[in-house]
């Protein structure tokens, strides 16, 4: 061990590189001492080490109990012998007898050493936790040194980390040596460490990058309201600007696309969709069906999330998109069921509508093909609305008096009934 004065000179010293209360290290000794004891004298002795704060000496004392007749020498010392040690000692009470350290002092040199070096590599994957734990969400820079069942180990510098092949992208190919960015999703103590995880599919990836390249998003001028992934596919980002001054799409997207094009080379050709948010859900709704062009947007329910979007004929695969990525993520984007539909498919189902209700109007008992036909005219085909009106609408019809005007609702309120 260390002269007087050189251990606490060198234990400051670890105190100020790694972090590690310097009382921290003295109670390390201080046990490797009391162990070093009893390996030299056997464990069935009771015995206090210290370590001088101000000179660094060890000191060691075995302590023994007062007693009248001794049973166990390692335990107990004579009312005589301890009279000898302290005038005053009395029977029961403790006495503490110093040791020479100098016998043991080697091999409580050699435990305490190795317990120092091994509370050095505790204290430093202590502190490697924590820092990589603050960084969960953020995005890191390493490079590829293994591949294990697919999964690759990335050096991060100061530790190592997994791109496990779930958080890996289907269409991104990499090599051993190729340096690689992803974000940190986990990270959990293990016997070597901290168990790090990251990933390139995480929608965090995405959101992180935008805050790097656009300062906007960064300062919080722009907010990303929402952010859905289909990773190698799709990405479809809401954004909002508290400033009226800055448009937040174009922030985005920077001139002539220099802020988005280093996110999209970053995710290997990912399309990006950036959606202006708007309280007017009509509106949000048919930005979020991006790129296709929206004709109407219908709300079926608002309590179910429910609408309906109209699209021109040459939109519809757009709007869908291939396997449906588009509408899935406009509909995560909003949190709302869309039902998209073609102009030629809502006048099909209209046609179709009409055509049925036209059958309807034929079964009318009581009522002539020449009733109908101004019926169909006048496109009064919806047996349901005809029991609704009055004599007073009908007979605006022409060829439809008061008589007539009666034998239609009085068809139409049978018909509903039996129906």
Not at 176 to 186: C, D, L, S, T, Y
Request: charge should be neutral; include cysteine.
């Amino acid at each position: 061990m260390a002269e007087k004065g050189e251990l606490l000179v060198a234990l400051e010293q670890i105190e100020k590189d790694k972090k590690i209360r310097k009382e921290d290290i003295l109670a390390v000794i201080e046990n490797a001492l009391v162990s070093a004891y009893k390996k030299h004298v056997g464990r069935n002795v009771n015995v206090e080490a210290k370590v001088d704060t101000v000179t660094g000496e060890m000191v060691a004392r075995v302590i023994k109990v007062v007693v009248r007749d001794v049973v166990n020498p390692l335990l107990e010392i004579s009312i005589q012998d301890a009279k000898k040690l302290d005038k005053e000692a009395e029977i029961g009470a403790e006495i503490k007898i110093p040791l020479n350290t100098q016998d043991f002092s080697r091999i409580a040199a050699q435990t305490a050493k190795q317990v120092i070096v091994q509370k050095i590599r505790e204290s430093e994957r202590d502190l490697l936790f924590n820092e990589m734990k603050e960084k969960v969400g953020q995005i890191v820079s390493g490079v590829i040194y293994r591949i294990a069942n697919r999964n690759f180990i990335v050096d991060l510098g100061k530790t190592e980390a997994i791109l496990p092949v779930s958080e890996q992208v289907f269409k991104e190919k990499f090599n051993v040596g190729q340096h690689i960015r992803a974000v940190i999703i986990k990270v959990e103590k293990n016997v070597k460490g901290s168990g790090i995880v990251l990933s390139r599919a995480n929608t965090d990836l995405v959101r992180r990058l935008f805050e790097l390249e656009v300062p906007e998003i960064y300062e919080k001028v722009v907010d990303v309201v929402n952010l859905v992934r289909e990773p190698g596919i799709r990405t479809k980002i809401a954004v909002l600007s508290h400033n009226p001054k800055v448009d937040p799409v174009g922030a985005c997207v920077g001139v002539k696309g220099a802020r988005v094009k280093p996110i999209i080379d970053e995710l290997r050709g990912e399309r990006i969709d950036l959606i202006p948010f708007s309280v007017d859900l009509a509106k949000y709704i048919a930005c979020a069906l991006s790129p296709a062009k929206v004709v109407s947007v219908a709300i079926i329910s608002e309590e179910e999330k429910k609408a309906e979007v109209l699209v021109a004929d040459d939109m519809l695969s757009l709007a869908i998109g291939k396997n449906g990525h588009n509408v899935r993520l406009a509909a995560k984007l909003t949190s709302w069921h869309i039902d998209v539909k073609s102009e030629g498919q809502r006048k099909q189902e209209s046609d179709e509508k009409v055509e049925r209700q036209i059958e309807g109007l034929e079964k009318l008992e009581g009522l002539s093909e020449k009733t109908i036909a101004i019926l169909i005219k006048a496109e009064f085909t919806n047996i349901e609305k005809l029991t609704l009106l009055t004599v007073d609408d009908l007979i605006t019809l022409p060829g439809v008096g008061p008589k007539t005007a009666e034998k239609i609702i009085e068809a139409s309120k049978k018909a509903l009934k039996n129906k």
